[in-house]
């Protein structure tokens, strides 16, 4: 990195960082950076006093040495008041920016319109590394304000050496080799950090895994503690070697540097006795330049350490700028503007899509194209991997496809703002998410402005089969809290799919909503009756008109959806009725047959 390039990083950096600071926190950013910079000069104002008491001292002079002694005391006091307020100031501080941090990662992935990012490696592994780092980028601000204190108490240091002598101007020179082995060993750190990304990611998957309750029948059924123990002790020797040799590397690199600085150091303190011992420095600036010189020393240790500590803040900021500017591309990317329609008429048309995810050169879907009616129910049948879940998050938005288009009546879904219609659609997916809260939240989140509508929940839950849900507290009812690791209630597989279900139908009209294996943890019975209520809810004209997609690998479902897509290897093999594609005997009666023949 070229040094004016470096230099320009680095302010960037230290700007980005008092940025958050005084988003986070305005006033009590200010009050630590003013008490920090007023510390440094009460500092340097003391050491210069210490002279004066020495110079008075040596000369006898009673009254000059009373005025020097009660300066340097009173500056003593103030910088001591300056730092207490400092020390007050800076952890709520470094509080309030992690909180903001770690808000404002929320706010910079939930407004990437797409889960391109999580499906790329480099991308994941970028944010893993920023999720990690949020306490680094506090304590980056930190790291900013000590070497604005170092920078202003180091220059009047060096210009009160001038005036002592010349010569020790050139003490500063020998911390440049200190200064490049320090960002050599960064760089190195810096490589492997970057190398142990992804297994660092993969380590995390498997320690959760081993440690999840959710995961601890199958853990002990198949004995796979051990193995879990074993591939996680086999990636972490493998990130330590990386480490440990970049640390090594590090190492050897530092002591090159401390070494040239030390001897700078004896040098200067060998020519600092020889200039008292010609008379050309007085007791007093004998004293001060002593006194500076040594604190020169240990100033330019810490300012080289934390320079080396603010190459990784560099390294994390930089990371945190690219999540930032991929939000924003990201947003800006789903150039869609229009509102979505008020009311489905016609419905929604998939016209002859293809899509491939990133990174990868084969495609998911090839040349589909579906007719999904407004009042209808399509089912989409097809072998795991033929791309229904794919096509699901295609027709809600979470990928643009990658050819072809899907028309919400006759508006191009990719004109419609992303948000719009998010907040039209609605859906229950078999990978949900347990949501440990109050019940009554965590059914209303499936309409956020309703969130505290009780008779809406009450009505969601009966609507999924879910009312007796509601009992399972008398007294507590819908606020009682769900999760152990909260003293909540334990629900089932079933009884938390049966939320998600709910969830999904907290909002009213919704122009589509999607059923992805939503009720794979209810028994055959139960999803066949919960269904059936869709289904004749929809064809009432209750539902205002949505179009229903139905995915479920039970066929006792899905043959009561008015049309059934058959998918296989990405495109639509057979469309229509139930009776229909029997009396076809390809591949949905063949898959229908297999599982009919189960029960006979």
């Not at 180091?154 to 911390?175: H, M, N, Y």
């Not at 479920?552 to 057979?574: W, Y």
Request: aromatic share 8%.
């Amino acid at each position: 990195m070229k040094p004016l390039e470096g230099l320009r990083k680095t302010w960037r950096t230290a700007a980005t960082l008092v940025g958050l600071a005084f988003s986070a926190a305005p006033r009590r950013a200010g009050v630590a950076i003013v008490t920090e910079l007023l510390g440094a000069l009460l500092t340097l104002l003391a050491s210069y006093q210490i002279q004066n008491v020495v110079q008075a001292a040596a000369t006898g002079d009673r009254e000059h040495a009373l005025r020097a002694g009660l300066t340097l005391a009173v500056t003593g006091g103030l910088g001591a008041l300056s730092y207490f307020v400092y020390a007050q100031a800076l952890p709520r501080l470094i509080e309030a920016v992690t909180v903001h941090l770690d808000s404002e990662l929320v706010r910079l992935t939930a407004r990437i319109p797409t889960l391109e990012y999580a499906d790329r490696p480099v991308h994941a592994d970028k944010i893993q590394l920023i999720r990690g780092q949020s306490q680094m980028l506090a304590g980056g601000l930190q790291a900013v304000m000590l070497n604005v204190r170092m920078l202003v108490t180091l220059g009047g240091t060096f210009v009160i050496l001038i005036g002592i002598d010349p010569w020790l101007a050139l003490l500063p020179i020998f911390a440049i080799p200190r200064a490049i082995a320090g960002a050599r060993a960064r760089k190195l750190q810096v490589r492997a950090q970057e190398a142990t990304a992804e297994p660092m990611r993969l380590r995390g998957h498997i320690f959760n895994h081993a440690t999840s309750p959710v995961a601890g029948k199958e853990l002990r059924i198949f004995g796979l503690g051990a193995e879990l123990a074993k591939r996680y002790r086999d990636i972490s020797a493998t990130t330590r070697h990386l480490n440990v040799r970049a640390n090594w590397g590090g190492a050897i690199w530092s002591s090159l540097g401390d070494m040239a600085f030390t001897l700078g150091c004896v040098g200067a303190v060998a020519w600092l006795v020889v200039r008292a011992a010609e008379g050309a420095v007085t007791p007093g600036g004998v004293v001060l330049a002593a006194t500076l010189a040594t604190g020169l020393i240990i100033q330019m240790t810490f300012a080289l350490q934390f320079a080396q500590y603010f190459q990784a803040i560099m390294t994390t900021v930089e990371r945190y700028e690219w999540l930032v500017d991929f939000s924003n591309t990201a947003a800006k990317a789903a150039s869609g503007e229009a509102a979505a329609p008020a009311i489905l008429r016609r419905g929604l048309t998939v016209e002859g899509v293809s899509f491939t995810y990133p990174d990868r050169d084969k495609p998911v879907l090839s040349d589909v194209s579906l007719e999904l009616p407004a009042g209808r129910v399509i089912a989409l049948v097809g072998e795991n991997g033929s791309g229904k879940s794919t096509l699901v998050k295609l027709l809600c938005g979470f990928y643009p496809p990658s050819a072809g288009r899907i028309l919400v009546d006759d508006t191009d879904l990719a004109d419609i703002a992303p948000a719009a219609w998010r907040e039209r659609i609605s859906g229950a997916f078999q990978d949900f998410t347990n949501f440990e809260v109050a019940m009554r939240e965590s059914v209303g989140l499936g309409d956020l402005p309703r969130l505290g509508d009780r008779e809406r929940v009450g009505a969601a839950l009966g609507r999924a089969g879910a009312a007796d849900l509601a009992k399972l507290d008398g007294e507590r009812g819908l606020d009682v809290m769900l999760g152990k690791k909260w003293g909540g209630v334990d629900l089932s597989g079933g009884q938390w799919q049966k939320l998600a279900l709910s969830r999904a139908l907290m909002r009213d009209h919704p122009l589509l909503v999607v059923f992805d294996e939503p009720a794979a943890a209810l028994d055959a019975s139960a999803e066949h009756d919960l269904f059936e209520r869709f289904a004749a809810e929809a064809r009432s004209g209750q539902s205002g008109g949505r179009a229903t997609l139905l995915i479920s690998h039970r066929f006792s479902t899905v043959r009561m959806a008015d049309a059934i897509a058959v998918l296989e290897a990405g495109r639509i093999a057979e469309f229509g009725s139930h009776q229909a594609l029997m009396a076809a005997g390809g591949k949905y009666a063949e898959l229908f047959e297999i599982q009919a023949s189960a029960y006979r």
